[in-house]
């Protein structure tokens, strides 16, 4: 299995290959060198397939479709031999062959790109295991219970209070008082 780690703000910190059936405690990661400590206590099913996050707990994870990087270039020129024929030119043999390997290459992404596990807390991805049935894609209501940390014991008013201080400290011109009401403006009569 293929870890790929984050911290508990959800940016990412490195990655590893662990065997699950080792079970480690301790991981260094293949990029930076650090180390991280698994928590494997109730991680597993009966099945061997994992439930829950070994990095920080949580018990919902989702599943979702890991594509290579290559699909952003494909989608690109997938876009432009539409455009192609939309204009056409996609009238001559070259640029049909063209258009019909880009779609060969789109449908094959599609169909060979693995799925991975990702957890909804701290956003870590497993990839390379069998994923268990009970596992569902992204949901947005068990999302909302996990709020990031930074923001979820702040109400209303801190929520607000922050945001002014972020533009605030954007935009000088941006005051953190109450806001203030358009000047009147006078009218006067200009004459030639």
Known sequence: ????FRDSSQRRIG???IDAAARPTRVTLDDTGREVFL??????????????CVVCGCADLFTEKAFPQVTGIVVVLAFAGAL????????????LTAMTIVLMLDVGI???????L????????????AIARYHRP??????????????????????????????????PSVSQSAPQTRPSLNRKSYSL
Not at 139 to 157: I, K, Y
């Open 1 to 4: 299995m293929r870890i790929a």
């Open 15 to 17: 990655t590893a290959t």
């Open 39 to 52: 928590s494997w206590d109730n991680a597993l099913d009966d099945a061997g397939q994992l439930r829950r």
């Open 84 to 95: 192609a024929g939309i204009l056409g030119f996609a009238t001559n043999i070259p640029v």
């Open 110 to 116: 599609l169909l060979f790109s693995r799925r991975r």
């Open 118 to 129: 990702v957890c909804y807390q701290c956003r870590t991805s497993f990839h390379n295991l």
């Open 138 to 171: 992204w949901d947005r209501a068990t999302a909302e219970r996990h709020v990031q940390p930074n923001t979820a014991s702040l109400g209303p008013t801190e929520m607000t209070t922050r945001s002014q201080s972020v533009d605030s400290a954007r935009d």
